[in-house]
């Protein structure tokens, strides 16, 4: 394992949170791609073991993606970015976080390796926690079994987190990442634990809003997992202010008035907007109230941006949102 994680982690630890070097260290493994309910629990398993033994608990996860470096044509879609994926784990109360550069060295190492080489990075290691699939190692011939035989002869105490099941199925990325590109918005956003969310930086456009009585915030979509192409019920806030303004808004290409080759996200508010270009939004995305479509012409899509407007406020009208937060 590169020196790289060891240095991170005795800086995070023990220079910036002021630990001492023999201070117990709780590991969670893994991608961590959405931070979903599933992941959640990982996460809790290493701050119990934390507080039960004065410790302290991190998160060691990677990017890119494996799939980037062993399927470059066909990789998966990440639900989180790097800076999306720091701010949820940010949230979870841990002592440190460690994004390991996925590289061909790192893939190479022996699963029989594994443990042996993460405590030589750091000695005070006393536990690590993955889910009970989690695989590692050169070919991923590691599993969770096989990490806790390691744990056994090093003294790491190994825990494998069940998986947590909704419905029928396995609460996995791979599912949410399904739902979100299937408009499946309501039942992703129960998977995450949280409502599914993009940040964006606020450009001019052509003002074509302004020329059908729907003047919108022109977000490029920095994502690399594109939703549903279609219209849904959001609310906006400044990334450093926090305020949410309830609004609607079209994810897409724009067929009816300017055919694009990259979507754009494009929210109207339901009140006065007080941002401009240049400002960092945050956009929660609550509901999918329909599929973007080709209107015949500017008339038509007037007539239906209005019903979408009073769709995306009778959702906010009987939500929590509605109910509880966002602009009075």
């Given at each position: 394992m590169n020196t790289k994680m060891g240095r991170t982690l005795q800086y995070e630890t023990l220079k910036s949170a002021n630990y001492a070097a023999d201070c117990p260290v709780h590991l969670a493994i893994g991608m961590f791609d959405g931070l979903h309910r599933g992941h959640q629990l990982v996460i809790e398993s290493a701050k119990k073991a934390a507080s039960a033994s004065g410790g302290v608990c991190g998160a060691l996860t990677f990017w890119p993606h494996p799939?980037?470096?062993?399927?470059?044509?066909?990789?998966?879609?990440?639900?989180?970015?790097?800076?999306?994926?720091?701010?949820?784990?940010?949230?979870?109360?841990?002592?440190?976080?460690?994004?390991?550069?996925?590289?061909?060295?790192?893939?190479?190492?022996?699963?029989?390796?594994?443990?042996?080489?993460?405590?030589?990075?750091?000695?005070?290691?006393?536990?690590?926690?993955?889910?009970?699939?989690?695989?590692?190692?050169?070919?991923?011939?590691?599993?969770?079994?096989?990490?806790?035989?390691?744990?056994?002869?090093?003294?790491?105490?190994?825990?494998?987190?069940?998986?947590?099941?909704?419905?029928?199925?396995?609460?996995?990325?791979?599912?949410?990442?399904?739902?979100?590109?299937?408009?499946?918005?309501?039942?992703?956003?129960?998977?995450?634990?949280?409502?599914?969310?993009?940040?964006?930086?606020?450009?001019?456009?052509?003002?074509?809003?302004?020329?059908?009585?729907?003047?919108?915030?022109?977000?490029?979509?920095?994502?690399?997992?594109?939703?549903?192409?279609?219209?849904?019920?959001?609310?906006?806030?400044?990334?450093?202010?926090?305020?949410?303004?309830?609004?609607?808004?079209?994810?897409?290409?724009?067929?009816?008035v300017e055919m694009t080759n990259k979507p754009l996200l494009e929210a109207y508010l339901l009140e006065k907007c007080p941002f401009d270009y240049g400002h960092r939004l945050k956009v929660v995305w609550h509901a999918f109230l329909r599929q973007e479509q080709k209107f015949a012409g500017v008339d038509e899509l007037k007539r239906q941006i209005a019903k979408d407007v009073e769709e995306a406020k009778a959702f906010f009208g009987r939500s929590d949102l509605g109910r509880e937060g966002g602009a009075s």
């Open positions: 799939s980037r470096l062993f399927r470059p044509d066909d990789p998966a879609r990440m639900i989180l970015n790097p800076e999306l994926k720091r701010l949820e784990l940010a949230k979870l109360g841990l002592d440190f976080i460690v994004e390991e550069p996925f590289t061909r060295e790192f893939a190479a190492i022996e699963a029989a390796q594994f443990l042996a080489h993460l405590k030589s990075e750091v000695p005070s290691l006393s536990s690590v926690h993955a889910g009970e699939n989690w695989r590692f190692g050169k070919g991923r011939t590691g599993d969770m079994t096989e990490l806790q035989r390691q744990g056994e002869t090093t003294g790491v105490d190994v825990n494998a987190v069940p998986c947590l099941d909704s419905g029928s199925e396995r609460v996995s990325s791979t599912r949410i990442r399904n739902l979100l590109t299937t408009g499946n918005l309501c039942e992703a956003n129960e998977l995450l634990g949280y409502h599914y969310y993009s940040i964006g930086t606020v450009t001019q456009g052509k003002r074509m809003g302004r020329t059908i009585d729907a003047p919108t915030l022109n977000l490029p979509f920095e994502g690399d997992l594109k939703p549903a192409y279609g219209v849904y019920a959001v609310s906006v806030s400044d990334v450093s202010l926090g305020h949410e303004y309830k609004a609607v808004a079209n994810f897409g290409l724009r067929p009816t």
